[in-house]
C-alpha cells in the first residue's frame, strides 16, 4: 500500500517525526513524503493511506496544513489516515486539545491513528522573538528535544491494525 506523510515543519522537529514514521512504516509500506512548505497541494489521488504532521505554535496548527485539510477534506475521507502533531506543552489535557483543534473534527473522528509525538526547541533555529517567546513561557533558554519515541511506535502500530 503507497503512503504519504505530508507535514508542516518550521524548524525540522515535525519533519523529524515524519521521518521517523516513514522509516517504520517502510519496510511494509511504499512511502513518500511532501513537505507542505515546498508543495502546498500534493496529489493524494494514488495513495491509500495519508499522514499528515503539523507542529503546535502558541497552541495553533501550522495555517498551510489547516488550508490543505480544508481544501482536501473530501479525498482525505476516503484515505486511511493519520493525524499527528508536534509541539511541547507539557499538560495532558491542553495536549489533546491542541491535538482535537488541529485538524477539522471530520478528519480526527475518522483517522487510524491520532497522536500527540512531543517536539523540541531547537533555539539554534529560532529568531529573537521566538527565543525571547519561549523563555518567557517556557523558563528555557536552551535546546531541547521531547520527541516521544513511544508515542511515535504507538501511532505507527495504531496505523497498521
Do not use: W
Not at 11 to 39: D, M, P, Q, R, Y
Not at 82 to 110: H, I, Q, T
Amino acid at each position: 500500500m503507497k503512503t504519504a506523510i505530508i507535514y508542516a515543519s518550521k524548524h525540522g522537529t515535525t519533519e523529524t517525526v515524519a521521518v521517523s514514521i516513514a522509516k517504520k512504516l517502510s519496510e511494509n509500506n511504499e512511502v513518500e513524503l511532501f513537505s507542505i512548505k515546498k508543495n502546498p497541494n500534493p496529489d493524494i489521488s494514488d495513495f491509500g493511506t495519508v499522514i499528515l504532521g503539523t507542529p503546535i505554535y502558541a497552541g495553533q496548527a501550522s495555517g498551510k496544513m489547516q488550508k490543505f485539510c480544508k481544501n482536501n477534506e473530501q479525498a482525505l475521507l476516503q484515505k486511511k489516515t493519520g493525524l499527528f502533531v508536534c509541539g511541547m506543552e507539557p499538560d495532558r489535557a491542553k495536549r489533546e486539545k491542541e491535538l482535537a483543534d488541529a485538524y477539522p473534527a471530520v478528519l480526527s473522528e475518522n483517522a487510524a491513528a491520532t497522536g500527540f509525538l512531543g517536539g523540541a526547541f531547537k533555539f539554534e533555529e529560532m529568531n529573537f522573538m521566538e527565543r525571547f517567546l519561549i523563555n518567557k513561557i517556557s523558563k528555557t533558554n536552551e535546546s531541547v528535544s521531547r520527541i516521544d519515541t513511544n508515542a511515535i511506535e504507538v501511532f505507527v502500530e495504531q496505523l497498521l491494525d
